[in-house]
């Protein structure tokens, strides 16, 4: 699939019709996300990766063309002007790993409006969701301070697409592994996994379930313990591991129950038995809130699996994001509707001690300011190729490391004012004087 | 890709295991919902197709075996057993589009363990996510009262393919039309969409760019009118529409602000243009509450398009869906973990003007009962092709009609108990007193 009809109609109505009356003008498209969720502090940016791939690729097939003919009645001019289209334009854009704060703009993209207009849907799409996820992602990583993270959402991820986006989104964030194997091969994660409880309901019988298991995983063995009872599991855990003197960290995975309570009483029993060095694993249902809750507790625990309440986003499953025409052949353009009020311009966005700052690009660069946006696409090409996952880590790892704290919060979080420039200021004023008159 | 990656890398470890083992008894696994989110009174069954294209397919690679000994240590003994692997199970299911209770499987897998094991995280990620996004659709048309709904949330649901999933569930559920084209290729739907606000912006002037519209698509012209002023867009709307003559009916679309105060004021002015036949179609972060509030406020709207909303079924994003080992070796298993205690062996849900009830597969068919479990697929075949969507779509309709208000309410529905049968009830009590000893 070239990417053609991965659209809504209403681009391809409004491109058939610029296309028809030769408006070819150069437009600028800004995709920012207009408020914050609630309990959201700030942003994680992820999902550009996608949109670089989806621009590169961007055609329409002949049968995405003979689709439009039989189903829409387009006209053979419209769809011969259909098939010579690709991707020709600019894009500047936050790279994935910074964090971001509301109204700034994650990427930009000016080409000839009718290529710009078509990719509205794929590039909203790739970047609130993988967005959305990174920051849910970002905000369990801080919360488990320190202790590590895999990511067990893929069985209840909005589609399977989104469980591999999900597993890269959640690396990037800071997560140590995944348990989606084809995300692992794709990405090149560290993929973890042990056992379900189905595998000890298959044996019948816990011990020797633990013991096949150890015997064909010796190196890596983690007992999921809580399928009757979870004290006794561990205490069967501890004989199958001494029984067959396992080479390897044993570990045990508590999946239901009181976590806190059964970590400390695990703990316990696993130290009281000569193996201070096991690890303890919790899952199960958890996200940043369960996780900080733990972690207050000082439930003595090495390892979390998140699954669908990161997966999914759950208490802020999409962002108020929106991409909107800023500048039109040379002309800045906004909108009034209510509520959804726009900045005209293409921008640039200065991070500095006193906070961020909103700008029209065009205006002189500002020393000791850092800028958030930068040139990834020119002339439809990529500036460079697909980077390691670790830049995007690295820079996530830093930028939520210099976050402070009231804005990291997971409840309530200080929120960032990101200020205006006075040209952007003057210009939005200019605008909407000659827009309301 | 053949699927045999799309999973956790625990059902690897597990089915490694059980191949070497030579544990190839016939394993039941049983897909059900535990609890239904709050306010949330039924499901609409959904995934089902997906599910059973993606068993037919099932293999490994030798891209997959490669990836799986070059970084999983898996021994050449167990990359061959998972080579020869394919589905050759049996599938019992509620068809697509039916309305089912919590507890209630949705999907039973019969198969040798290895099999059903590997399938685990791809059925539950189907029938999890479009059963939650197709309930969701299914609420926004009961809310809209016979208005249409038009599906627009393919800019923010979770992946790409998860908006060609939401196209899909929410035609199901009766929606009439979709954005999303790729999605209308794909299903056979009737795809829709008009004008986004950049293409006013980008000519400057309303009225310029409605004229430019409705002379490129006359037969099927609608206005998007609050760009800057709504009741000015309507007028400007009517006077374009009157000097083209245009002769496909027109409409407006409202994107913003008090949707049903607007509705009314360009009903007023279309009316008084002598243009009653005219659509008022609505938009704008819109679900089955807001939909709900409009019909209450009797706002005069043909139409709405539901977007995010109901793309990512954003007051619940997910179920608390599992798939449970129910039997293995023509024995049945049971867990009995806190609050995840599973129900044991091979189910049938029979429908009755009573309420249903919830039995064992093996117990006698239940007179003027209707069996909502269908086998789907045996040795691996599938039963029957892909079924035309609107046999999906007409059982849903029935179901949704037979559904009492109270279990039909938005907020605070009637919960549905499902009754369990006397010999389920005496299996389960048995196990529980044999596991327990």
């Avoid at 996994?193 to 890596?220: L, N, Q, R, V």
Wanted: glycine residues 10%; proline residues 6%.
């Amino acid at each position: 699939m070239a990417g053609g009809l991965l659209t809504d109609l209403y681009e391809l109505n409004m491109t058939a019709s610029y296309l028809r009356r030769g408006m070819t003008g150069s437009a600028t498209f800004s995709l920012f996300v207009r408020r914050l969720p609630a309990d959201r502090g700030f942003l994680v940016a992820a999902g550009l990766e996608d949109c670089l791939q989806f621009l590169e690729d961007f055609s329409f097939t002949p049968q995405d063309l003979d689709y439009l003919r039989r189903t829409q009645g387009c006209g053979e001019d419209t769809l011969r002007a259909f098939a010579a289209l690709r991707f020709t334009g600019e894009v500047w854009a936050v790279p994935e790993g910074r964090v971001v704060f509301a109204g700034e703009p994650l990427l930009e993209v000016t080409a000839p409006i009718a290529e710009a207009q078509l990719a509205e849907t794929m590039l909203l799409n790739h970047v609130t969701f993988q967005t959305s996820v990174a920051t849910k992602a970002a905000r369990c990583v801080l919360a488990a301070g320190g202790a590590e993270l895999v990511d067990f959402s893929f069985r209840r991820t909005q589609s399977p697409g989104a469980g591999l986006s999900v597993a890269r989104a959640s690396a990037i964030a800071g997560f140590a592994a995944t348990s989606n194997i084809e995300a692992a091969r794709r990405f090149g994660l560290t993929a973890a996994g042990t056992m379900a409880h189905s595998f000890i309901e298959a044996y019948g019988d816990e011990e020797e379930a633990f013991t096949a298991f150890a015997e064909d995983f010796p190196g890596k063995t983690t007992f999921l313990v809580d399928t009757y009872d979870t004290e006794r599991g561990v205490r069967t855990a501890i004989e199958v591991a001494r029984r067959l003197r396992l080479p390897g960290p044993v570990g045990v995975r508590l999946d239901s129950g009181d976590l806190a309570r059964l970590a400390r009483s695990a703990r316990r029993l696993l130290n009281e038995a000569g193996l201070p060095g096991a690890r303890i694993f919790a899952s199960g249902g958890l996200d940043e809130y369960a996780i900080a809750g733990l972690v207050a507790r000082e439930a003595p625990i090495d390892a979390y699996g998140v699954g669908t309440k990161m997966g999914v986003s759950a208490d802020a499953p999409s962002l108020d994001s929106a991409y909107k025409l800023v500048g039109y052949a040379g002309r800045p353009v906004m909108k009034l509707s209510p509520g959804k009020i726009t900045t005209p311009g293409a921008k640039q966005v200065y991070r500095a001690p006193g906070g961020d700052v909103l700008a029209l690009r065009e205006e002189p660069s500002r020393p000791g300011h850092e800028a958030l946006l930068v040139p990834v696409m020119r002339a439809g090409q990529r500036l460079s190729g697909p980077e390691p996952l670790t830049e995007a880590q690295q820079r996530c790892r830093a930028d939520l490391a210099w976050l402070p704290p009231a804005v990291r919060a997971l409840r309530g979080p200080a929120p960032v004012p990101v200020q205006i420039s006075e040209q952007l200021e003057s210009l939005q004023d200019r605008l909407t004087q000659e827009l309301t008159r």
